[in-house]
């Protein structure tokens, strides 16, 4: 018995010395139906995560991520910016608050300063561009002051921070930004060895344009290459596409040796009727794929970049059922919020692609041609779906004539039916601007068109 013990004993110590490499997840709230902050880091242990990426600093969170051996790292949200970055008291404050009370006791490995902050198009948001490098700086003064060392201070940012992506070697920053925030913030970043954060998303790009994007491609399983005319390189999936576009535009502005993280990656595993490629299959192919190449050994890295390392967060821990916008919003997920897996997962790379029992066979991987109805969900709340109903009407964005007694939507007298009158004629009105069927969960998509009911009931109903 002894030597077998003391064997187990080794195998345990040895997966806890290399738990660090493997692939971070990002922790998202936006839930009314997720387990508790026990409960999620319980679930990031057992699926052996490495970093947990938070997008706030919520001291319930860091303390219970002090009883683990997960790194963190943490962040400043938009709302603060500028008042960290007009007053140094401010930042001293925050770092004092936020960070102090948990250094040397979680391991917070990195501070991020936003999230996305050059993607507001806003006077709100234009004056968090202007303060973001400034706030950054604050900081890491705060930090100085306050003897903190060995976090490293970022800001995440999207893709759209180039405006020009392909191929690679044409990578360019956006020129509204480029002179007065990019410049200052890669100074910043290369001074202190930071790391440019960057939310890469293959799903997007490939949605866009399934054309001219092989699916296999986006889902690191191409059997095609993509050369780069500019600088020669040979592509083989569109993710170190996306990644070697930044190093370029980066090294356009003289830095060379900024290192990247991937502050989210990820992909859809449901959304809308009409959101092609947001699946399981996909998803589970997606993150694999990802894993297993973040994970290698020695490390692949780009083309641009062989053999370095790029940290990587997955988005995210959890679908959660709180974020708007289109369906795909709410089904980033790993988990189910009842903890369950959505699909087979490990984060450590070290599980073959083979070894995962097989899934579904995918059916929405192309655009869908057919109608499509925005209705009332079954179980909306009727008086939640009644407010909704009356602002939208009085709103003047839908005509509610129809629905006045004696006219042709007026039967069947429901909320629900009238309510997916509203629906389906405010989202045919401004989906093409980007409006959603969602309406804070009252609504969803249907291939069914809702006015056969209304036209049936009509018909056969004398008293209208
Ligand atoms: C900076 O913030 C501190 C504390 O919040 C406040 O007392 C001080 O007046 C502020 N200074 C300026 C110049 O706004
Ligand atoms: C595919 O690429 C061609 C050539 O660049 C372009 O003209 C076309 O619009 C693209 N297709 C889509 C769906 O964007
Ligand atoms: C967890 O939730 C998913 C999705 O709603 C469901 O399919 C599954 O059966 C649930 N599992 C348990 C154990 O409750
Ligand atoms: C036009 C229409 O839908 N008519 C229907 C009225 O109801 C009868 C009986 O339920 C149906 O058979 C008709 O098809």
Redo the contacts with the bound molecule.
């Keep these: 018995m002894g030597p077998v013990a003391i064997f187990l004993v080794c195998l345990l110590s040895l997966s806890r010395a290399k738990a660090s490499s493997n692939i971070g997840v990002n922790y998202g709230q936006l839930g009314n139906n997720l387990p508790s902050a026990y409960r999620s880091i319980e679930l990031l242990t057992t699926m052996n995560a490495g970093p947990v990426k938070l997008y706030d600093s919520n001291p319930e969170i860091l303390s219970l991520l002090s009883t683990t051996k997960l790194q963190v790292s943490i962040m400043i949200q938009n709302h603060e910016i500028s008042g960290i970055a007009a007053n140094q008291s401010i930042a001293d404050e925050w770092v004092r608050n936020n960070v102090l009370p948990h250094y040397h006791v979680t391991k917070i490995r990195y501070l991020l300063v936003g999230n996305e902050v050059l993607s507001y198009n806003s006077e709100q948001g234009h004056q968090m561009w202007h303060d973001l490098v400034p706030s950054m700086k604050n900081i890491k003064r705060s930090f100085k002051a306050q003897n903190i060392h060995g976090i490293k201070i970022g800001t995440p940012l999207a893709m759209d921070v180039l405006q020009s992506t392909f191929p690679p070697s044409s990578g360019m920053f956006r020129s509204d930004i480029i002179d007065t925030v990019i410049a200052p913030m890669l100074e910043f970043l290369d001074r202190t060895k930071s790391f440019f954060f960057i939310d890469a998303y293959p799903y997007f790009p490939w949605s866009q344009d399934p054309e001219n994007i092989s699916l296999d491609f986006a889902l690191f399983r191409g059997t095609s290459t993509v050369r780069d005319p500019g600088s020669g390189l040979i592509y083989t999936n569109l993710l170190d596409q996306m990644l070697d576009s930044l190093v370029f535009a980066m090294s356009k502005l003289g830095y060379s040796n900024i290192q990247l993280v991937i502050a989210e990656t990820g992909w859809p595993n449901s959304g809308d009727i009409e959101e092609h490629g947001a699946n399981v299959f996909n998803a589970a192919t997606y993150n694999r794929n990802l894993i297993n190449r973040m994970t290698a050994k020695p490390p692949i890295g780009t083309p641009a970049r062989p053999g370095v390392v790029i940290p990587t967060f997955i988005f995210s821990l959890f679908d959660e059922n709180q974020k708007t916008g289109p369906g795909t919003e709410r089904h980033w997920g790993l988990l ?5 897996s959505i699909y087979e997962i490990d984060l450590t790379g070290k599980t073959p692609l083979t070894d995962f029992t097989s899934l579904p066979e995918p059916k929405n991987n192309v655009p869908y041609e057919g109608k499509v109805w925005c209705v009332a969900t079954k179980d909306a709340n009727q008086m939640e779906l009644q407010a909704t109903l009356n602002y939208a009407c009085n709103q003047g964005d839908v005509n509610c004539d129809p629905l006045a007694p004696g006219r042709e939507c007026y039967a069947p007298v429901s909320v629900a039916d009238h309510a997916s009158y509203v629906f389906s004629s405010y989202w045919a009105k401004f989906r093409s601007e980007g409006g959603t069927c969602y309406f804070n969960g009252l609504a969803e998509q249907t291939t069914k068109d809702p006015s056969e009911l209304f036209h049936y009931r009509l018909f056969n109903t004398s008293s209208f």
């Design positions: 189910h919020p009842n903890g369950t």
